[in-house]
């Protein structure tokens, strides 16, 4: 639909004029078939170079649904429990504790599979600076950052097993909080399949559909198409350099450290072949990478009511959201922000990528930008409200 591509082009221009982002692409896709695209800005502002449809961007934690696959492909295999105790793949986690009332107490459980797939572990991520939890987090991705480029970086493994030896913000299964959980669920698959969790990925997902682009790393030879970061100041967007969360902003080189919360980039058509796997119940091109039941279970969990209410209150972006299996998942349209449709899911990313399937539509949408703490824009949400008042009749149900 030229029309549709060209509203969302005016408005990812816009907000390039007003410098709200240097660059943007965005796709729609409905029944199989594109609907729109859109592209307008810079991937490099100081270089002059365009943001493009095969521009490579860093996702960030819209790398979680694809940690969520990985972990509902080793599920319907048998080869994991979700009710199983991480400290039977990750040592360190065997004896937790919980910082609770100023005092450090032991868990009344271990923590679950289950819990890292819903973020109901009491695992943190760090800036927080009233809770002990996360401050020892920051200091362990400080190190990990001081190390990043030295023989001695730490693993996948080592990673979430030193995260099993800082104290949690509240007992497993307690509350919801939004934190490290899908990085440590990266090292349980390395542990049950043997491989690095990016080998596993390659060989179980970005192969099979043909995801090029999509790893833990750009190579030189397609270094030019990764996108610059950028942030806002009050003199305008300059260019943000800093490695984040223990991900390397340069993107050179395969890290030791494979962030199943944070790490994977990918462009617009890549993650557009996984989106699809999801929404044609885990076929792609006649390759059944998930079976349709284990698709059914990771898009349709739910927090438990006391977990619900936590979000409710500290997320007010996603009302109407539910969260599981590292997914965002719409129960309730009439309290969002935006327009949606009941069993919508997907997830964003720090640098602004955007992911949405909307199995009642049958569309999909998929936005990506690479903007310091960016998350879901106030463009993410005119965009998707344009896109669902052209075809999805902007009803919130």
Known sequence: MKELSQKLERLIETAVEKEEIAGANIVVIRDGQEMAFAAGGYADIEAGKKYERDTIARLYSMTKPVTSAAAM???ERGLLDPGAFVEEFLPEFHNAIVASGGKLVPTVRPVRICDLLNMTSGLMYGGDVTSVCS???EKLFDRIKEHLYLEDAMTTQEVANRLGLIPLQFQPGE?????????????VIEVISGKTFGEFLKEEFFEPLDMEDTAFYVPENKQERLAKVYQRTEQGLELYTENHLGIMNAMKQVPAFESGG??????????AKFAAMLLQEG???GKQILKPQ????MTNGSLMSWQQEVLDQCWEGIRGYTYANLLRIQKEPGKSPMFTSIGEYGWDGWLGAYFCNSPKDRLTMLLTMQLKDAGTTSLTRRLKNVIWSELCGGRRE
């Open 73 to 75: 492909l080793l599920m």
């Open 135 to 137: 401050m020892e987090t």
């Open 175 to 187: 509350s919801f909080q939004y934190g490290t959980s899908a990085d440590v669920l990266g090292a």
């Open 262 to 271: 944070a790490g994977l980039v990918s462009t617009l058509d890549d993650y």
């Open 283 to 285: 076929s792609y091109q």
């Open 294 to 297: 284990t698709v059914h279970y």
